[in-house]
């Protein structure tokens, strides 16, 4: 799905309140579906397709990547996919009406059923994007994989039109913390690549994503997309009945500077249920002002951004690309959690090899 956008860190009591408000976050038609939408065409210029150009000759960047042409949002659904608020004008109305209110919602039975259907399907369309990564693909064909999976299952791809995203997924790639755009740049040897999904069925979203690793990648990238990975996994751990959100941050920053690298503080993990971003707000850093203890029936991500250098993040004046101040490579993993009776129950988790995430397939 989409990840959450930047916001003060040092004003929970706010961000509570307006929940996390950024984040993230072509498939042919048949002539027999209808469609609620007719799409909208730009043009690409020659000179931008053959990479002559950048996007932004002006900005400076903080790495090597660069930003490459893509097609234009795709504006058109079968009318068999029921749709959020936000996805023809772009604003998430339900969460601008949920400003002010940081209560933590308690969902009920059929509440939850509705977010581990959410969770599944994410996991699903995940694994069909994970299936496409290696060299020369291109992440815009890898957004066209995950639509179609998306149309496949009769679910919306929550990021697509949130707050004017215009792709079904983030691609983040290398320096890129989140929410990256998926483009026509092929994936080279070497790239990591985190893809996140979230998905929207019959009212509820589920949200997670998975770090990559594309052809060969160095001892350096590899120890860095298993370190935050492992620090997810310790989160989770924490996470049961009485527990406070803000020592989440506690255990993740721990980790993470024992082997170290360091935790992005901009970005932080949020509720999710029928809206895409509500309270709780889960930093990932130590000695943070979270507000709120977990009870049974919360539902909620742990997704913490770990990066090779500095935590400190730019944005490109595309105005979603997070990247590093230095350049240096980040990573990360999100699983969407239901804290139970007992403890809590990963909705995202994989399906097949003892739910370990696709880069430990192969070592």
């Known amino acids: ?11 929970f009591v706010y961000i509570q309140a307006i929940s996390v408000i950024r984040h993230v976050f072509k498939i042919k038609i048949g002539k027999n579906i209808k469609v609620k939408h007719k799409a909208a065409t730009a043009p690409i210029t020659d000179a931008l397709l053959d990479g002559s150009k950048t ?12 930003p490459f042409p893509r097609k234009p949002r795709i504006t058109t659904l079968p009318d068999s996919i029921g749709t959020p608020d936000y996805w023809e004008h772009g604003k998430p109305i339900s969460e601008l009406q949920s ?25 699903e369309v995940l694994d069909v994007a994970a299936k496409m990564v290696k060299v020369g693909v291109t992440c815009e064909e890898i957004d066209d994989a995950v639509f179609k999976a998306c149309m496949d299952r009769e679910c919306y791809p929550s990021p697509l039109n949130y707050r004017g995203f215009p792709k079904s997924c983030c691609t983040s790639v290398n320096e890129v ?7 026509q740049r092929p994936l080279q040897d070497g790239d990591i690549l985190n893809i996140d999904i979230t998905v929207y069925k019959n009212g509820f979203h589920g949200d997670l994503n998975e770090t990559f690793l594309v052809g060969n990648v160095d001892e350096a990238g590899r120890k860095l997309v298993e370190a935050s990975y492992e620090s997810l996994r310790r989160a989770i751990e924490q996470v049961k009945p009485g527990a406070k959100y803000r020592d989440i941050g506690g255990v993740i920053q721990k980790y993470i500077n ?33 507000i709120g203890i977990m009870k049974p029936g919360h539902c909620f991500t742990i997704e913490p ?5 500095v935590w400190r993040d730019n944005l490109w004046p595309d105005d979603w690309t997070a990247v590093t101040a230095d350049g240096k490579r980040s990573s990360q993993f999100e699983h969407t959690l ?6 809590c129950e990963v909705l995202t988790a994989r399906r097949e090899m003892n739910g370990q995430p696709h880069f430990m397939d192969n070592i």
Do not use: W
């Open 99 to 123: 400003r002010g209110i940081g209560q933590i919602r308690v969902l009920n039975s059929e509440e939850i059923k509705g977010m581990k259907l959410a969770g599944k399907l994410g996991r």
């Open 177 to 183: 913390i989140c929410h990256g755009i998926p483009d």
């Open 55 to 66: 996007l932004f000759p002006e900005y400076s960047y903080s790495g090597k990547l660069r």
């Open 258 to 290: 024992s082997c170290g690298f360091s935790v992005v503080r901009s970005y932080c993990g949020h509720g999710i249920n029928q809206l895409f971003h509500t309270a709780p707000s889960v930093p990932h850093y130590a000695k943070n002002k979270a």
């Open 338 to 343: 239901l804290v139970t009776e007992t403890g």
């Open 305 to 309: 951004m770990i990066n090779e250098g």
């Open 1 to 11: 799905m989409l990840h959450c956008n930047a916001l003060l860190a040092k004003n």
